[in-house]
Protein backbone atom coordinates (compact mmCIF):
# COMPACT_ATOMS: atom_id res chain seq x y z
CA UNK A 1 0.00 0.00 0.00
CA UNK A 2 2.46 2.49 -1.06
CA UNK A 3 0.03 5.35 -0.68
CA UNK A 4 2.17 8.10 -1.88
CA UNK A 5 3.58 7.07 -4.84
CA UNK A 6 2.75 8.09 -8.92
CA UNK A 7 4.07 6.74 -12.07
CA UNK A 8 7.60 7.96 -12.65
CA UNK A 9 6.69 9.15 -16.02
CA UNK A 10 3.96 11.36 -14.86
CA UNK A 11 6.05 13.49 -12.34
CA UNK A 12 8.31 13.56 -15.06
CA UNK A 13 5.72 15.21 -17.53
CA UNK A 14 4.66 17.23 -14.39
CA UNK A 15 7.58 18.80 -14.52
CA UNK A 16 7.50 20.40 -18.59
CA UNK A 17 7.41 24.09 -17.78
CA UNK A 18 3.79 26.02 -18.36
CA UNK A 19 3.56 28.21 -21.41
CA UNK A 20 3.59 31.25 -18.94
CA UNK A 21 6.30 29.82 -16.80
CA UNK A 22 9.21 29.65 -20.03
CA UNK A 23 9.90 33.73 -19.42
CA UNK A 24 11.40 32.81 -16.02
CA UNK A 25 14.72 32.47 -15.27
CA UNK A 26 16.27 29.06 -15.09
CA UNK A 27 16.44 28.36 -11.33
CA UNK A 28 13.22 29.64 -10.79
CA UNK A 29 11.59 27.44 -13.51
CA UNK A 30 13.75 24.49 -12.18
CA UNK A 31 12.38 24.89 -8.35
CA UNK A 32 8.57 25.43 -10.19
CA UNK A 33 9.17 22.09 -12.08
CA UNK A 34 9.81 20.44 -8.86
CA UNK A 35 6.53 22.06 -7.41
CA UNK A 36 4.28 21.09 -9.61
CA UNK A 37 5.55 17.42 -10.06
CA UNK A 38 4.34 17.23 -5.87
CA UNK A 39 1.02 18.70 -6.75
CA UNK A 40 0.82 15.83 -10.16
CA UNK A 41 0.50 13.06 -7.58
CA UNK A 42 -1.74 14.69 -5.12
CA UNK A 43 -4.38 12.60 -6.19
CA UNK A 44 -2.40 9.05 -5.64
CA UNK A 45 -1.42 10.36 -2.49
CA UNK A 46 -4.88 11.16 -1.30
CA UNK A 47 -6.47 7.73 -2.48
CA UNK A 48 -3.67 6.05 -0.46
CA UNK A 49 -4.15 7.86 2.95
CA UNK A 50 -7.56 7.52 2.72
CA UNK A 51 -7.62 3.77 2.42
CA UNK A 52 -4.63 3.43 4.84
CA UNK A 53 -7.27 5.39 7.34
CA UNK A 54 -10.07 3.33 6.33
CA UNK A 55 -7.97 0.14 7.45
CA UNK A 56 -6.89 1.77 10.41
CA UNK A 57 -10.86 2.17 11.48
CA UNK A 58 -11.74 -1.09 10.68
CA UNK A 59 -8.65 -3.28 12.05
CA UNK A 60 -8.44 -1.59 15.82
CA UNK A 61 -12.18 -0.02 15.73
CA UNK A 62 -13.39 -2.72 17.86
CA UNK A 63 -9.93 -2.85 19.80
CA UNK A 64 -9.28 0.57 20.85
CA UNK A 65 -11.51 3.05 22.99
CA UNK A 66 -13.94 4.77 20.31
CA UNK A 67 -12.54 8.58 21.38
CA UNK A 68 -9.59 7.65 20.55
CA UNK A 69 -10.22 6.39 17.13
CA UNK A 70 -12.83 8.91 16.23
CA UNK A 71 -10.31 11.73 17.08
CA UNK A 72 -7.47 9.93 14.99
CA UNK A 73 -9.92 9.44 12.45
CA UNK A 74 -11.28 13.60 12.83
CA UNK A 75 -7.88 14.88 12.64
CA UNK A 76 -7.07 13.10 9.56
CA UNK A 77 -9.88 13.87 7.78
CA UNK A 78 -9.42 17.61 8.77
CA UNK A 79 -5.72 17.14 6.57
CA UNK A 80 -7.32 15.36 3.83
CA UNK A 81 -9.64 17.79 3.16
CA UNK A 82 -6.88 20.73 3.28
CA UNK A 83 -4.54 18.30 1.07
CA UNK A 84 -7.51 18.14 -1.06
CA UNK A 85 -8.15 22.06 -1.07
CA UNK A 86 -4.27 22.83 -1.62
CA UNK A 87 -4.56 20.83 -5.06
CA UNK A 88 -7.86 21.94 -6.27
CA UNK A 89 -6.36 25.31 -6.22
CA UNK A 90 -2.96 24.41 -8.29
CA UNK A 91 -5.43 23.01 -10.89
CA UNK A 92 -7.25 25.93 -11.45
CA UNK A 93 -4.21 28.27 -11.41
CA UNK A 94 -1.66 25.67 -13.19
CA UNK A 95 0.11 28.76 -14.82
CA UNK A 96 1.23 30.22 -11.25
CA UNK A 97 4.52 31.81 -10.79
CA UNK A 98 7.28 30.17 -9.37
CA UNK A 99 6.94 33.24 -6.36
CA UNK A 100 3.51 32.21 -5.74
CA UNK A 101 4.36 27.92 -6.28
CA UNK A 102 6.90 28.29 -3.66
CA UNK A 103 4.53 29.84 -1.30
CA UNK A 104 2.00 27.35 -1.29
CA UNK A 105 4.63 24.66 -0.90
CA UNK A 106 4.99 26.14 2.49
CA UNK A 107 1.71 24.50 4.01
CA UNK A 108 2.25 22.12 1.89
CA UNK A 109 5.01 20.77 3.64
CA UNK A 110 3.47 21.60 6.75
CA UNK A 111 0.32 19.47 6.27
CA UNK A 112 2.94 16.31 4.81
CA UNK A 113 4.40 16.46 8.13
CA UNK A 114 1.23 17.03 10.24
CA UNK A 115 0.47 13.79 7.90
CA UNK A 116 3.52 12.03 9.21
CA UNK A 117 3.24 12.56 12.91
CA UNK A 118 -0.66 11.30 12.72
CA UNK A 119 0.57 7.81 11.49
CA UNK A 120 3.48 8.53 14.91
CA UNK A 121 0.15 8.55 16.98
CA UNK A 122 -1.42 5.99 15.52
CA UNK A 123 1.14 3.69 16.53
CA UNK A 124 1.35 4.29 19.97
CA UNK A 125 -2.33 4.74 20.32
CA UNK A 126 -3.07 1.27 18.55
CA UNK A 127 0.10 -0.77 19.24
CA UNK A 128 -0.16 -3.78 21.77
CA UNK A 129 -3.93 -3.77 20.93
CA UNK A 130 -5.60 -7.78 19.39
CA UNK A 131 -3.27 -10.67 17.86
CA UNK A 132 0.03 -10.85 16.38
CA UNK A 133 -2.23 -10.05 13.02
CA UNK A 134 -2.87 -6.71 14.34
CA UNK A 135 0.79 -5.84 15.03
CA UNK A 136 2.17 -6.99 12.29
CA UNK A 137 -0.76 -5.23 9.98
CA UNK A 138 0.26 -1.81 12.18
CA UNK A 139 3.33 -2.10 11.08
CA UNK A 140 2.68 -2.89 7.40
CA UNK A 141 0.77 -0.20 7.36
CA UNK A 142 2.72 2.60 8.68
CA UNK A 143 6.16 1.53 6.84
CA UNK A 144 4.31 1.10 3.33
CA UNK A 145 3.75 4.91 3.74
CA UNK A 146 7.67 6.01 4.28
CA UNK A 147 8.40 3.74 1.40
CA UNK A 148 5.64 5.62 -0.29
CA UNK A 149 6.35 8.87 0.43
CA UNK A 150 10.28 7.91 -1.14
CA UNK A 151 9.06 8.88 -4.74
CA UNK A 152 6.78 11.89 -3.36
CA UNK A 153 9.57 13.48 -1.58
CA UNK A 154 12.65 12.88 -4.05
CA UNK A 155 13.03 16.05 -4.49
CA UNK A 156 12.78 17.46 -0.92
CA UNK A 157 15.34 15.47 1.17
CA UNK A 158 14.91 17.85 4.20
CA UNK A 159 10.86 16.89 4.07
CA UNK A 160 11.55 13.37 3.63
CA UNK A 161 13.86 12.75 6.04
CA UNK A 162 11.55 15.66 8.89
CA UNK A 163 9.01 13.44 7.27
CA UNK A 164 10.49 9.89 7.75
CA UNK A 165 11.87 10.54 11.02
CA UNK A 166 8.19 11.52 12.30
CA UNK A 167 6.41 8.46 11.44
CA UNK A 168 9.38 5.90 12.22
CA UNK A 169 11.40 7.74 15.45
CA UNK A 170 7.98 7.46 17.81
CA UNK A 171 7.62 4.15 16.19
CA UNK A 172 11.02 2.29 16.88
CA UNK A 173 11.01 4.23 20.31
CA UNK A 174 7.36 2.45 21.08
CA UNK A 175 8.44 -1.00 20.14
CA UNK A 176 11.61 -0.65 22.05
CA UNK A 177 10.10 0.33 25.04
CA UNK A 178 7.23 -2.63 25.26
CA UNK A 179 8.44 -5.16 27.25
CA UNK A 180 5.79 -7.28 27.07
CA UNK A 181 7.00 -8.84 24.22
CA UNK A 182 9.96 -10.92 24.41
CA UNK A 183 10.97 -9.71 20.40
CA UNK A 184 10.16 -5.86 21.42
CA UNK A 185 13.88 -4.83 20.52
CA UNK A 186 14.99 -7.10 17.62
CA UNK A 187 12.04 -5.49 16.25
CA UNK A 188 13.37 -2.16 17.00
CA UNK A 189 16.27 -2.84 15.11
CA UNK A 190 15.10 -3.91 11.98
CA UNK A 191 13.02 -1.28 11.87
CA UNK A 192 15.93 1.04 12.15
CA UNK A 193 17.94 -1.36 9.44
CA UNK A 194 15.04 -0.09 7.20
CA UNK A 195 14.80 3.43 8.58
CA UNK A 196 18.73 3.61 7.27
CA UNK A 197 18.15 1.46 3.84
CA UNK A 198 14.68 3.76 3.03
CA UNK A 199 17.07 7.01 3.62
CA UNK A 200 19.59 5.89 1.29
CA UNK A 201 17.14 4.64 -1.37
CA UNK A 202 15.54 8.10 -1.15
CA UNK A 203 18.60 10.14 -2.03
CA UNK A 204 19.47 7.60 -5.01
CA UNK A 205 16.00 8.05 -6.11
CA UNK A 206 16.39 12.19 -5.98
CA UNK A 207 19.21 12.41 -7.69
CA UNK A 208 18.02 10.43 -10.74
CA UNK A 209 14.34 12.38 -10.25
CA UNK A 210 16.48 15.40 -10.61
CA UNK A 211 18.75 14.62 -13.70
CA UNK A 212 15.92 13.06 -15.78
CA UNK A 213 14.10 16.46 -14.71
CA UNK A 214 16.93 18.48 -15.69
CA UNK A 215 18.05 16.78 -18.95
CA UNK A 216 14.08 16.93 -19.77
CA UNK A 217 13.59 20.84 -19.29
CA UNK A 218 16.82 21.40 -20.80
CA UNK A 219 15.39 19.32 -23.98
CA UNK A 220 12.19 21.72 -23.56
CA UNK A 221 14.04 24.93 -23.59
CA UNK A 222 16.27 23.32 -27.10
CA UNK A 223 12.78 22.97 -28.88
CA UNK A 224 11.32 26.04 -27.81
CA UNK A 225 14.58 27.52 -29.56
CA UNK A 226 13.82 25.67 -32.90
CA UNK A 227 10.66 26.34 -32.98
CA UNK A 228 11.35 30.31 -33.01
CA UNK A 229 14.79 29.91 -35.31
CA UNK A 230 13.92 27.55 -37.25
CA UNK A 231 15.40 28.11 -41.19
CA UNK A 232 17.67 26.51 -43.35
CA UNK A 233 20.83 28.19 -41.95
CA UNK A 234 23.34 26.22 -40.59
CA UNK A 235 22.95 28.12 -37.48
CA UNK A 236 19.49 25.90 -37.24
CA UNK A 237 20.40 22.88 -38.38
CA UNK A 238 23.35 23.15 -35.57
CA UNK A 239 20.50 23.57 -33.30
CA UNK A 240 18.64 20.53 -34.48
CA UNK A 241 21.19 18.29 -34.36
CA UNK A 242 21.70 19.76 -30.63
CA UNK A 243 17.96 19.28 -29.53
CA UNK A 244 17.96 15.85 -31.12
CA UNK A 245 21.61 14.76 -28.95
CA UNK A 246 19.51 16.57 -26.32
CA UNK A 247 16.68 14.35 -26.20
CA UNK A 248 19.17 10.59 -26.72
CA UNK A 249 20.50 11.84 -23.68
CA UNK A 250 17.09 12.67 -21.89
CA UNK A 251 15.91 9.09 -22.92
CA UNK A 252 19.47 7.43 -22.15
CA UNK A 253 18.41 9.24 -18.51
CA UNK A 254 14.75 7.83 -18.52
CA UNK A 255 16.42 4.45 -19.09
CA UNK A 256 19.23 4.89 -16.37
CA UNK A 257 16.95 6.43 -13.93
CA UNK A 258 14.06 3.04 -14.16
CA UNK A 259 17.19 1.50 -13.81
CA UNK A 260 18.89 2.76 -10.79
CA UNK A 261 14.99 3.15 -9.10
CA UNK A 262 14.49 -0.34 -9.64
CA UNK A 263 17.38 -1.68 -8.20
CA UNK A 264 17.52 0.32 -5.03
CA UNK A 265 13.65 0.03 -4.54
CA UNK A 266 14.25 -4.03 -4.73
CA UNK A 267 16.65 -3.80 -1.89
CA UNK A 268 14.35 -3.08 0.66
CA UNK A 269 11.44 -5.18 -0.68
CA UNK A 270 14.05 -8.56 -1.27
CA UNK A 271 14.62 -7.81 2.53
CA UNK A 272 11.10 -7.60 3.65
CA UNK A 273 10.70 -10.85 1.67
CA UNK A 274 13.27 -12.59 3.66
CA UNK A 275 12.10 -11.11 6.93
CA UNK A 276 8.66 -12.22 6.46
CA UNK A 277 9.77 -15.64 6.31
CA UNK A 278 11.91 -15.39 9.46
CA UNK A 279 8.70 -14.03 11.05
CA UNK A 280 7.21 -17.36 9.87
CA UNK A 281 9.29 -19.68 11.21
CA UNK A 282 9.23 -18.04 14.66
CA UNK A 283 5.59 -17.83 14.70
CA UNK A 284 3.08 -20.93 14.52
CA UNK A 285 0.03 -18.68 14.27
CA UNK A 286 -1.82 -19.02 10.82
CA UNK A 287 -2.88 -15.60 11.04
CA UNK A 288 0.88 -14.57 10.83
CA UNK A 289 1.41 -16.97 8.29
CA UNK A 290 -1.59 -15.71 5.84
CA UNK A 291 -0.17 -12.51 6.63
CA UNK A 292 3.44 -13.82 5.02
CA UNK A 293 1.91 -14.99 2.35
CA UNK A 294 -0.07 -12.16 1.05
CA UNK A 295 3.35 -9.63 2.13
CA UNK A 296 4.92 -12.27 -0.23
CA UNK A 297 2.53 -11.31 -3.09
CA UNK A 298 2.85 -8.26 -2.90
CA UNK A 299 6.71 -8.26 -3.36
CA UNK A 300 6.59 -10.44 -5.83
CA UNK A 301 3.97 -7.99 -8.15
CA UNK A 302 6.42 -5.29 -7.32
CA UNK A 303 9.06 -6.97 -8.35
CA UNK A 304 7.32 -7.49 -11.88
CA UNK A 305 5.81 -3.97 -12.62
CA UNK A 306 9.75 -3.15 -12.02
CA UNK A 307 10.61 -5.59 -14.68
CA UNK A 308 7.60 -4.15 -16.75
CA UNK A 309 8.41 -0.41 -16.75
CA UNK A 310 12.16 -1.02 -17.27
CA UNK A 311 11.85 -3.71 -20.23
CA UNK A 312 9.12 -1.15 -22.19
CA UNK A 313 11.97 1.77 -22.04
CA UNK A 314 14.94 -0.96 -22.86
CA UNK A 315 13.09 -1.53 -26.16
CA UNK A 316 11.76 2.37 -26.61
CA UNK A 317 15.29 3.37 -26.62
CA UNK A 318 17.24 0.65 -28.70
CA UNK A 319 18.77 -0.45 -25.86
CA UNK A 320 18.02 -4.32 -26.69
CA UNK A 321 20.30 -6.00 -28.85
CA UNK A 322 19.17 -8.96 -31.25
CA UNK A 323 22.18 -11.69 -31.48
CA UNK A 324 21.06 -14.99 -33.40
CA UNK A 325 22.24 -18.11 -32.49
CA UNK A 326 21.24 -22.18 -32.16
CA UNK A 327 19.11 -22.44 -29.26
CA UNK A 328 18.60 -26.15 -28.10
CA UNK A 329 14.93 -26.35 -27.02
CA UNK A 330 16.02 -28.88 -24.38
CA UNK A 331 17.77 -26.71 -22.67
CA UNK A 332 15.39 -23.71 -22.96
CA UNK A 333 12.66 -25.33 -21.79
CA UNK A 334 14.94 -26.91 -18.67
CA UNK A 335 15.58 -23.87 -17.30
CA UNK A 336 11.68 -22.71 -17.57
CA UNK A 337 10.83 -26.25 -16.08
CA UNK A 338 13.23 -25.00 -13.15
CA UNK A 339 11.81 -21.97 -12.89
CA UNK A 340 7.56 -22.29 -13.16
CA UNK A 341 6.96 -26.20 -12.21
CA UNK A 342 7.35 -25.30 -8.41
CA UNK A 343 4.46 -22.10 -8.95
CA UNK A 344 2.40 -24.88 -10.83
CA UNK A 345 2.70 -27.12 -8.75
CA UNK A 346 1.32 -25.21 -6.14
CA UNK A 347 -1.85 -24.29 -7.53
CA UNK A 348 -2.50 -28.04 -8.66
CA UNK A 349 -1.39 -27.31 -12.85
CA UNK A 350 0.38 -29.52 -14.57
CA UNK A 351 3.19 -27.88 -16.54
CA UNK A 352 4.42 -29.93 -19.82
CA UNK A 353 6.85 -29.77 -22.68
CA UNK A 354 6.44 -30.99 -25.99
CA UNK A 355 9.03 -31.20 -28.92
CA UNK A 356 12.49 -30.56 -26.80
CA UNK A 357 14.40 -32.27 -29.28
CA UNK A 358 14.24 -29.34 -31.87
CA UNK A 359 17.00 -26.73 -32.14
CA UNK A 360 15.83 -22.84 -33.13
CA UNK A 361 17.88 -20.14 -35.13
CA UNK A 362 17.09 -16.86 -32.73
CA UNK A 363 17.94 -14.26 -30.10
CA UNK A 364 18.24 -17.14 -26.68
CA UNK A 365 17.84 -14.50 -24.77
CA UNK A 366 14.59 -12.11 -26.24
CA UNK A 367 12.88 -16.19 -26.60
CA UNK A 368 13.48 -16.97 -23.47
CA UNK A 369 12.16 -14.04 -22.37
CA UNK A 370 9.25 -14.13 -24.36
CA UNK A 371 8.22 -17.49 -23.05
CA UNK A 372 8.66 -16.42 -19.73
CA UNK A 373 6.04 -13.84 -19.76
CA UNK A 374 3.80 -16.09 -21.64
CA UNK A 375 3.91 -19.35 -19.46
CA UNK A 376 3.78 -16.52 -16.21
CA UNK A 377 0.58 -15.39 -17.48
CA UNK A 378 -0.74 -18.76 -18.18
CA UNK A 379 -0.39 -20.25 -14.91
CA UNK A 380 -1.29 -16.66 -13.11
CA UNK A 381 -4.54 -16.95 -15.29
CA UNK A 382 -4.96 -21.37 -14.75
CA UNK A 383 -7.18 -22.55 -11.86
CA UNK A 384 -7.32 -26.28 -13.15
CA UNK A 385 -6.17 -28.54 -15.71
CA UNK A 386 -2.46 -27.68 -16.92
CA UNK A 387 0.13 -25.22 -19.26
CA UNK A 388 2.02 -26.79 -22.11
CA UNK A 389 4.89 -25.49 -24.33
CA UNK A 390 5.20 -27.00 -27.66
CA UNK A 391 8.03 -26.87 -30.49
CA UNK A 392 7.05 -28.50 -33.66
CA UNK A 393 7.69 -28.15 -37.47
CA UNK A 394 5.42 -26.27 -39.84
CA UNK A 395 6.25 -24.89 -43.12
CA UNK A 396 9.80 -24.51 -43.09
CA UNK A 397 9.83 -23.01 -39.58
CA UNK A 398 9.29 -24.09 -36.04
CA UNK A 399 6.21 -22.98 -34.18
CA UNK A 400 6.40 -22.56 -30.62
CA UNK A 401 3.37 -22.63 -28.69
CA UNK A 402 2.19 -21.70 -25.07
CA UNK A 403 -1.88 -23.49 -24.30
CA UNK A 404 -3.22 -23.15 -21.00
CA UNK A 405 -6.74 -24.07 -19.81
CA UNK A 406 -7.30 -20.64 -17.86
CA UNK A 407 -10.25 -17.83 -18.07
CA UNK A 408 -9.55 -17.20 -21.82
CA UNK A 409 -10.08 -13.83 -23.61
CA UNK A 410 -13.00 -12.98 -24.66
CA UNK A 411 -13.54 -12.32 -28.43
CA UNK A 412 -13.99 -8.73 -28.11
CA UNK A 413 -10.74 -7.99 -26.11
CA UNK A 414 -8.21 -10.17 -28.31
CA UNK A 415 -7.40 -7.43 -31.16
CA UNK A 416 -5.97 -5.20 -28.22
CA UNK A 417 -4.47 -7.29 -26.16
CA UNK A 418 -1.06 -6.90 -27.96
CA UNK A 419 -1.22 -2.86 -26.99
CA UNK A 420 0.39 -1.22 -23.96
CA UNK A 421 -1.62 -0.28 -20.88
CA UNK A 422 -4.82 -2.25 -21.85
CA UNK A 423 -6.17 -4.70 -19.80
CA UNK A 424 -8.69 -7.40 -21.16
CA UNK A 425 -11.46 -7.36 -18.68
CA UNK A 426 -13.07 -11.22 -17.76
CA UNK A 427 -16.45 -12.10 -17.99
CA UNK A 428 -15.98 -13.49 -14.29
CA UNK A 429 -14.28 -11.75 -11.19
CA UNK A 430 -10.92 -12.28 -11.07
CA UNK A 431 -9.32 -14.08 -7.73
CA UNK A 432 -6.90 -11.81 -5.82
CA UNK A 433 -3.68 -13.79 -7.34
CA UNK A 434 -4.36 -12.52 -10.89
CA UNK A 435 -2.50 -9.60 -10.52
CA UNK A 436 -3.54 -6.50 -12.32
CA UNK A 437 -0.74 -5.14 -13.55
CA UNK A 438 0.10 -2.11 -15.78
CA UNK A 439 -0.79 -4.24 -18.82
CA UNK A 440 2.35 -4.05 -20.72
CA UNK A 441 3.31 -7.84 -20.22
CA UNK A 442 2.15 -8.89 -24.04
CA UNK A 443 3.42 -5.20 -25.53
CA UNK A 444 6.85 -6.08 -24.43
CA UNK A 445 6.23 -9.61 -26.04
CA UNK A 446 4.93 -8.27 -29.16
CA UNK A 447 7.88 -5.81 -29.03
CA UNK A 448 10.56 -8.71 -28.23
CA UNK A 449 8.85 -10.73 -31.01
CA UNK A 450 9.45 -7.99 -33.66
CA UNK A 451 12.94 -7.77 -32.87
CA UNK A 452 13.18 -11.37 -33.66
CA UNK A 453 11.35 -11.14 -36.90
CA UNK A 454 8.87 -13.81 -35.39
CA UNK A 455 5.81 -13.18 -36.26
CA UNK A 456 3.21 -13.98 -32.70
CA UNK A 457 -0.82 -14.75 -33.11
CA UNK A 458 -2.84 -15.55 -30.58
CA UNK A 459 -6.21 -18.18 -30.19
CA UNK A 460 -8.63 -18.40 -27.48
CA UNK A 461 -12.16 -18.90 -26.08
CA UNK A 462 -13.09 -17.35 -22.85
CA UNK A 463 -13.70 -20.00 -20.32
CA UNK A 464 -11.74 -22.35 -22.28
CA UNK A 465 -8.53 -21.31 -22.55
CA UNK A 466 -5.71 -19.63 -24.74
CA UNK A 467 -2.80 -20.56 -26.79
CA UNK A 468 -0.17 -17.90 -28.04
CA UNK A 469 1.80 -19.45 -31.15
CA UNK A 470 5.49 -17.89 -32.35
CA UNK A 471 7.13 -18.73 -35.35
CA UNK A 472 11.39 -18.82 -35.34
CA UNK A 473 13.62 -19.56 -37.92
CA UNK A 474 15.13 -24.13 -37.61
CA UNK A 475 18.62 -23.77 -36.21
CA UNK A 476 20.96 -26.40 -36.56
CA UNK A 477 22.38 -28.23 -33.47
CA UNK A 478 25.77 -26.82 -32.30
CA UNK A 479 28.51 -29.03 -31.25
CA UNK A 480 28.47 -30.84 -27.69
CA UNK A 481 30.58 -28.76 -25.15
CA UNK A 482 32.67 -30.87 -23.00
CA UNK A 483 30.74 -29.17 -19.48
CA UNK A 484 29.99 -31.57 -16.81
CA UNK A 485 26.26 -32.21 -15.66
CA UNK A 486 24.89 -31.97 -12.48
CA UNK A 487 22.71 -34.16 -10.74
CA UNK A 488 19.17 -32.14 -11.27
CA UNK A 489 17.12 -32.11 -8.25
CA UNK A 490 13.90 -34.56 -9.37
CA UNK A 491 12.00 -32.97 -6.38
CA UNK A 492 12.11 -29.75 -3.86
CA UNK A 493 13.97 -29.33 -1.50
CA UNK A 494 12.71 -30.88 1.81
CA UNK A 495 12.37 -29.20 5.09
CA UNK A 496 16.31 -28.92 6.13
CA UNK A 497 19.43 -27.84 4.88
CA UNK A 498 20.71 -29.96 7.83
CA UNK A 499 24.72 -30.33 7.28
CA UNK A 500 24.96 -28.13 4.88
CA UNK A 501 27.44 -25.13 4.82
CA UNK A 502 26.33 -22.03 3.11
CA UNK A 503 28.54 -18.86 2.38
CA UNK A 504 26.94 -15.15 1.73
CA UNK A 505 28.55 -12.10 0.99
CA UNK A 506 26.23 -9.47 0.62
CA UNK A 507 26.60 -5.67 1.89
CA UNK A 508 23.58 -4.39 2.44
CA UNK A 509 23.10 -5.29 6.24
CA UNK A 510 19.39 -6.06 6.37
CA UNK A 511 19.65 -8.23 3.40
CA UNK A 512 22.37 -10.06 4.31
CA UNK A 513 20.67 -10.96 8.25
CA UNK A 514 17.99 -11.87 6.32
CA UNK A 515 19.28 -14.21 4.59
CA UNK A 516 21.13 -15.53 7.68
CA UNK A 517 17.93 -16.06 9.74
CA UNK A 518 16.04 -17.67 6.46
CA UNK A 519 19.49 -20.33 6.15
CA UNK A 520 19.38 -20.89 9.66
CA UNK A 521 16.02 -21.77 10.10
CA UNK A 522 16.48 -23.93 6.92
CA UNK A 523 18.73 -26.00 9.15
CA UNK A 524 22.05 -24.70 7.43
CA UNK A 525 25.35 -23.29 9.37
CA UNK A 526 25.82 -20.28 7.42
CA UNK A 527 29.32 -17.93 6.89
CA UNK A 528 28.61 -14.20 6.30
CA UNK A 529 30.78 -11.31 4.78
CA UNK A 530 30.04 -7.97 3.64
CA UNK A 531 32.72 -7.52 1.45
CA UNK A 532 35.52 -9.28 -0.87
CA UNK A 533 38.26 -7.97 1.71
CA UNK A 534 36.53 -9.93 4.58
CA UNK A 535 36.05 -13.26 2.80
CA UNK A 536 39.96 -12.93 1.43
CA UNK A 537 40.52 -12.37 5.38
CA UNK A 538 38.59 -15.45 6.00
CA UNK A 539 40.22 -17.55 3.28
CA UNK A 540 44.12 -16.98 4.60
CA UNK A 541 43.06 -18.69 8.24
CA UNK A 542 42.50 -22.95 8.01
CA UNK A 543 39.00 -24.13 7.26
CA UNK A 544 36.92 -26.53 8.84
CA UNK A 545 35.01 -27.55 6.28
CA UNK A 546 34.42 -26.68 2.10
CA UNK A 547 31.54 -24.83 1.80
CA UNK A 548 28.75 -26.45 -0.28
CA UNK A 549 27.33 -23.50 -1.95
CA UNK A 550 28.54 -19.80 -2.70
CA UNK A 551 25.41 -17.65 -2.35
CA UNK A 552 26.92 -13.98 -3.38
CA UNK A 553 25.42 -9.94 -4.13
CA UNK A 554 26.58 -9.05 -7.48
CA UNK A 555 27.66 -5.31 -6.71
CA UNK A 556 29.57 -4.83 -3.58
CA UNK A 557 31.99 -2.21 -2.31
CA UNK A 558 34.82 -0.65 -3.69
CA UNK A 559 33.99 -1.62 -7.45
CA UNK A 560 34.21 -5.15 -6.37
CA UNK A 561 31.67 -7.73 -7.75
CA UNK A 562 30.33 -11.36 -6.59
CA UNK A 563 32.50 -12.68 -9.51
CA UNK A 564 35.19 -11.65 -7.64
CA UNK A 565 34.46 -13.65 -4.31
CA UNK A 566 33.64 -16.48 -6.10
CA UNK A 567 37.08 -16.43 -7.71
CA UNK A 568 38.48 -16.05 -4.88
CA UNK A 569 36.84 -18.58 -3.17
CA UNK A 570 37.30 -21.44 -5.86
CA UNK A 571 40.49 -20.74 -5.68
CA UNK A 572 41.13 -21.91 -2.63
CA UNK A 573 39.31 -25.06 -3.52
CA UNK A 574 40.54 -25.83 -6.80
CA UNK A 575 39.76 -29.31 -7.06
CA UNK A 576 35.79 -28.90 -6.66
CA UNK A 577 33.77 -26.41 -8.68
CA UNK A 578 31.76 -25.49 -5.86
CA UNK A 579 27.93 -24.14 -6.40
CA UNK A 580 27.33 -20.85 -7.01
CA UNK A 581 24.54 -18.57 -6.86
CA UNK A 582 24.69 -15.11 -7.78
CA UNK A 583 21.71 -12.34 -6.37
CA UNK A 584 21.46 -8.82 -8.27
CA UNK A 585 19.46 -5.93 -8.10
CA UNK A 586 19.31 -4.78 -11.74
CA UNK A 587 17.08 -6.40 -14.11
CA UNK A 588 18.85 -4.46 -17.18
CA UNK A 589 20.54 -7.82 -18.06
CA UNK A 590 24.37 -8.69 -19.67
CA UNK A 591 24.70 -11.09 -16.68
CA UNK A 592 23.92 -13.87 -19.07
CA UNK A 593 27.49 -14.55 -20.86
CA UNK A 594 29.00 -14.29 -16.82
CA UNK A 595 26.85 -16.79 -15.73
CA UNK A 596 28.00 -19.34 -18.17
CA UNK A 597 31.40 -18.70 -17.97
CA UNK A 598 31.76 -18.60 -14.26
CA UNK A 599 29.59 -21.04 -14.10
CA UNK A 600 26.85 -19.90 -11.55
CA UNK A 601 22.61 -19.17 -11.64
CA UNK A 602 21.01 -15.87 -11.59
CA UNK A 603 18.50 -14.54 -9.72
CA UNK A 604 16.74 -11.19 -9.48
CA UNK A 605 15.75 -9.50 -6.48
CA UNK A 606 13.70 -9.42 -5.02
CA UNK A 607 13.80 -13.06 -4.15
CA UNK A 608 10.98 -14.59 -2.59
CA UNK A 609 12.10 -17.55 -0.06
CA UNK A 610 10.49 -20.44 -2.44
CA UNK A 611 12.30 -19.06 -5.24
CA UNK A 612 15.76 -18.93 -3.68
CA UNK A 613 14.84 -22.53 -2.08
CA UNK A 614 14.10 -24.09 -4.99
CA UNK A 615 17.20 -22.83 -6.91
CA UNK A 616 19.54 -24.05 -3.76
CA UNK A 617 17.38 -27.44 -3.93
CA UNK A 618 19.07 -27.88 -7.64
CA UNK A 619 22.23 -26.36 -6.99
CA UNK A 620 22.75 -28.61 -4.32
CA UNK A 621 21.14 -31.38 -6.37
CA UNK A 622 18.76 -32.74 -3.40
CA UNK A 623 16.88 -35.53 -4.19
Same mark, same amino acid.
Given at each position: ? =? ?17 ? #? ?15 A ?15 ? =? ?49 W ?17 A ?28 Q?? =? ?5 F ?15 ? &? ?29 ? #? ?10 T????G ?58 S ?7 LV ?25 GG ?11 D ?16 G??? &? ?5 H ?23 S ?5 L ?63 M ?28 T ?5 ? #? ?10 G???L ?29 E ?26 R?G?DA???V ?6 R????I ?5 S ?14 L ?21
Open positions: M =AADTAPTTGATEAAAPAPA #ALTQPPRQRGDADHIRLYVQTPATLTGNGIGM =ALMALIFGSLAPMAHVLAWLGVGLTLWLLRLAHYVRFRRQPDAHSDQLRARTSWKALVLAQGALWAVVWLFWGLGTPYHTVSLILIVYSYCLGSVLL =ATQSRVLAFISLVLTPTIVRIA &SDTSQPWHLQLAFILTLLFCLTVLMARTYGS #ALGQAISLKRRDELAKLRVEMSVSEEARRAAEDARRAAEAANRAKTQFFAAASHDLRQPLHAMGLFAEALRQKRDPEVASNSINESVDALEGLFGELLDITRIDTVDVNPAPVRMRLFARLRLHFEPTAFEKLML &SFHGEQVAHTDPVLLERVLRNLVSNAIRYDDGGVVSCRPRQGKLLVQVWDSGIGISEANLPRIFDEFFQAQSNRPLEAHHRKGLGLGLAIVKRLAALAAPISVRSRAGHGTVFSLEVPVGKAPRPETGQRG #ASKAALGLTLQRQIVVEDEMAVREGLVVVLKAWGASVLSFDTVAVEQWLVQPADAVPDLLLVDYRLPQGTILRLRARWPGLLPAVITGSLGGHEDEAVSHDYHLIKPVLPNKLRAMIAFKLGVR
